[in-house]
Each structure stands twice: as C-alpha cells, then as structure tokens.
C-alpha cells in the first residue's frame, strides 16, 4: 500500500523527509501544469502576452511574467484562479491543465502516487478514487453523494425531454414513420394508442423527478436549475433552495430512500449496471 500524503512521519526525521517529499510533489505538479498551458497555448498559436491579455479580457490578468516563468520552471506554484482563468483563455476544460490526458503515460496525484492521467481526471471529477492509506470509503460515498444526486437529476430530465419529444412527434401528423405505427394497421388508432402510453410515461416522469428533488432538499443540498419548459410543471416541489428541518418536512422524505424507488426502472437499470464496487472504483 503506497504511503498517504498526510500520515503523520513517526520521527523528526521521517517528518522532515515527509515535508520534503512533499514540497518536490507540489512543485511536480505545478511542472505538468505549466507544460500543459504551453502545450495548448502554442497549440492554439498564442503568444504569452497574447493569452495574458485573454485572462484580461475574461476579468482576471495573468501577467505574461507569470505565464512565463511558469513554463520556465522559474516559478513553483500555481493558483486555483489562475487554473480556471488560464483553461477558459485556452478554451479547455480546467482538468485538461492538472491531468495530461494523451500527452504522459502517468501523473503523480498524491506524493509517490502515480496513474494514467484519465484516471487522475476521473478522481478530479468524483468518478474515481486513488489508493492511498487513510483512504474511507465511507468518507468518499458521502462526500460524492450531492455529484450522484445531481447526476441522477439530469438523467431524469433528460428522459422527461425524450418523452416530451415523442409526443410532440406523435401529435403531428407528417412526422409520423414506421418506427411508431409499424405495429398497428390503422395508424389514427396506432398513433392515439401510443399518443396515451406517452402521456403516462410523462406523468410517471414527472411524478420521479418530483420525488428526487425532495430528497434532494432533505438531503440539504441546492436544487438544480430546471429547463424553462418543465420549471412550471414542478415549481409546486421547491422550496427556497435549501432545506431546513422541520416537523412537517422531516418526515416527508426520508434521508436515505433507496434509488431504486426513486428512478424509472430502465434508469435505474441503466445507473446499477454503470456503478462500479468499491474495488473497481480505485485507480488501478
């Protein structure tokens, strides 16, 4: 098992090379770092002073000295601000400058820890998990339960959208193909047929995504923002953002409700088959 970055050394020495070890790691970092905004700023032909002036642009410069001793080696740190504001001048996503996806076979994401780069960025985006030695898997289920959630959420309202598409295809006419009324030899009945399974399919839809943003609240999370055209339709369920426990609202969801009961069952079919074990979950 490979040495967590912050377990306590058990002596002044093994303390000292800890810290060490762990200054070298940050400046490592901050190296594949500075490669990566010189790798995509003469990708995209920019000179320092041009992306500088594109930080500028976006309401947060990035001196060109910075950019510069950065890419020489001359500077051994780099900010989260500085990360986001470089990524959106370079128009990258942010991870693509902390994980060298197809430019190195490896990254180092903790102190002596090293991983394919897309696994690094599976870690970055809550997907995965490194195997370090204070690692709980616990710790890791809960601090990833609100990006769970909010998947959930989209997967719910894109499957509402689909059904809404549907019926808009059912109800005119000239859109109709053999795909919807192959089955049926009187297409007015075979579209009137469908038309009515649609319908259900929307109202149990809606009737799920309903029931995930209240457990959403209890969980005490944010709800996520909803499409124009369905923020009518469930605007009764929301709250004020958050929730806030109460008598009445403490015992209309519980705090744990089995996903299960709370998904259409092909996506809940669909989530269970996709969730890797605890094992699989690690970066090896």
Same mark, same amino acid.
């Given at each position: 098992?490979?040495?967590?970055?912050?377990?306590?050394?058990?002596?002044?020495?093994?303390?000292?090379?800890? $810290?060490?070890?762990?200054?070298?790691?940050?400046?490592?970092?901050?190296?594949?770092?500075?490669?990566?905004?010189?790798?995509?700023r003469?990708?995209?032909?920019?000179?320092?002073?041009?992306?500088?002036?594109?930080?500028?642009?976006?309401?947060?410069?990035?001196?060109?000295?910075?950019?510069a001793?950065?890419?020489?080696?001359?500077?051994?740190?780099?900010? @989260?601000?500085?990360?986001?504001?470089?990524?959106?001048?370079?128009?990258?996503?942010?991870?693509?400058?902390?994980?060298?996806?197809?430019?190195?076979?490896a990254?180092? @994401?903790?102190?002596?820890?090293? @991983?394919?780069?897309?696994?690094?960025?599976?870690?970055?985006?809550?997907?995965?998990?490194?195997?370090?030695?204070?690692?709980?898997?616990?710790?890791?289920?809960?601090?990833?339960?609100?990006?769970?959630?909010?998947?959930?959420?989209?997967l719910?309202?894109?499957?509402?959208?689909?059904?809404?598409?549907?019926?808009?295809?059912?109800?005119?006419?000239?859109?109709?193909?053999?795909?919807?009324?192959?089955?049926? $030899?009187?297409?007015? %009945?075979?579209?009137?047929?469908?038309?009515?399974?649609?319908?259900?399919?929307?109202?149990?839809?809606?009737?799920?995504?309903?029931?995930?943003?209240?457990l959403?609240?209890?969980?005490?999370?944010?709800?996520?923002?909803?499409?124009?055209?369905?923020? @009518?339709?469930? %605007?009764?369920?929301?709250?004020?953002?958050?929730?806030?426990?109460?008598?009445?609202?403490?015992?209309?969801?519980?705090?744990?409700?089995?996903?299960?009961?709370?998904?259409?069952?092909?996506?809940?079919? $669909?989530?269970?088959?996709?969730?890797?074990?605890?094992?699989?979950?690690?970066?090896?």
């Open positions: 098992m490979e040495q967590a970055y912050d377990a306590a050394p058990t002596s002044p020495q093994g303390r000292a090379d800890a $810290e060490s070890t762990g200054s070298d790691w940050a400046a490592r970092v901050t190296r594949v770092v500075a490669s990566q905004i010189k790798y995509w003469l990708r995209r032909g920019l000179s320092a002073k041009q992306l500088s002036d594109r930080t500028d642009d976006l309401g947060f410069r990035v001196p060109r000295t910075v950019i001793n950065l890419e020489t080696g001359r500077r051994d740190a780099v900010g @989260v601000a500085e990360i986001l504001i470089l990524a959106a001048a370079l128009d990258i996503p942010p991870t693509m400058l902390v994980t060298p996806i197809g430019l190195q076979e990254m180092e @994401v903790l102190p002596g820890i090293e @991983v394919p780069p897309w696994l690094g960025r599976g870690w970055i985006l809550g997907a995965r998990h490194p195997d370090y030695e204070t690692f709980s898997h616990a710790g890791w289920q809960d601090g990833r339960r609100a990006i769970a959630l909010y998947d959930i959420h989209r719910l309202v894109q499957e509402h959208r689909r059904i809404q598409d549907r019926i808009k295809r059912l109800t005119e006419n000239d859109s109709l193909d053999g795909d919807d009324l192959g089955l049926f $030899e009187d297409s007015r %009945r075979g579209r009137t047929t469908l038309l009515h399974h649609a319908v259900q399919e929307l109202a149990y839809s809606l009737d799920r995504i309903r029931q995930h943003r209240r959403i609240e209890a969980e005490g999370f944010l709800l996520p923002v909803l499409p124009p055209g369905l923020s @009518v339709d469930v %605007r009764g369920s929301e709250s004020t953002g958050r929730h806030h426990a109460d008598e009445t609202s403490a015992t209309d969801v519980p705090p744990q409700v089995p996903a299960s009961t709370l998904l259409p069952p092909v996506l809940f079919d $669909e989530l269970k088959s996709r969730a890797a074990g605890p094992a699989s979950d690690s970066m090896k």
